[in-house]
């Protein structure tokens, strides 16, 4: 069964400054794709960028980047430049084929200004 | 492109009532899912459609919980005899097999939060 696990509930940085979120996963797959998502407060979930498995080099969205350990099964998240508007709900997700995604319990990211 | 969309918004109920929440997905998209979050946790998987098909339920989908996509369009979510744990907030997202080049990725509608007094 697939499994996400985010280690850090609360995490805080300050304006301006570069925060790492941690996420690793199990699956028995070798074709699959990971997700990080974005919750702000009662807003919609948002997608802040993917990777696929079958590639090696890590996946860059502007200020986002990850850190995609495949062997280790680690999925990490860096923003950088941290701005105000970062502020949100982090989960981290995996999906196998067209199906359900499978979610972390997610982290909460504050921006001290 | 609108956006998948979510109504009502918000449901107050009493228990044992029955409700029932819409999902109207990203018109070119043939896969339609349900999950339910409830506070501060991940959302969790209830099923899935491909157009009108329902291809997958989670073992969280009770006995009093259906779900419909009759013309494989909008999407319906009927909770029946609603207890006080069904208390979350129910979110529709849809893809297509290929969007865009993004496989899989999944596009969420803002939710509909219940709340079972």
């Known amino acids: 069964a697939q499994t996400v696990t985010q280690s850090q509930p609360e995490m805080s940085v300050q304006e301006a400054e570069t925060v790492t979120l941690s996420c690793t996963y199990d699956t028995s797959e070798s074709d699959y794709y990971l997700f990080w998502y974005k919750q702000p407060p009662s807003r919609q979930m948002i997608l802040v960028i993917r990777q696929e498995a079958y590639k090696q080099q890590n996946a860059t969205e502007n200020r986002f980047s990850v850190n995609f350990q495949k062997a280790a099964k680690s999925f990490s998240l860096k923003i950088s430049d941290s701005q105000l508007g970062d502020a949100a709900m982090y989960f981290c997700?995996?999906?196998?084929?067209?199906?359900?995604?499978?979610f972390g319990q997610g982290t909460r990211l504050t921006i001290n200004p | 492109d609108t956006g998948v969309s979510q109504d009502p918004r918000h449901k107050i109920t009493k228990r044992g009532q029955n409700v029932t929440f819409r999902c109207d997905p990203i018109?070119?998209?043939?896969?339609l899912y349900w999950y339910r979050q409830t506070l501060g946790q991940g959302p969790e998987f209830l099923t899935y459609f491909q157009n009108e098909a329902q291809l997958e339920k989670s073992r969280l989908l009770s006995d009093r919980f259906s779900a419909e996509r009759p013309k494989g369009s909008f999407s319906t979510l009927e909770i029946q005899r609603t207890e006080q744990g069904d208390s979350a907030m129910y979110l529709c997202?849809?893809?297509?097999?290929?969007?865009?080049?993004?496989?899989?990725?999944?596009?969420f509608g803002p939710g509909t939060r219940l709340t079972v007094t």
């Open positions: 997700a995996n999906i196998q084929g067209a199906q359900k995604l499978v």
């Open positions: 997202a849809s893809s297509s097999p290929r969007t865009g080049g993004l496989s899989y990725e999944q596009y």
């Open positions: 018109s070119e998209h043939n896969r």
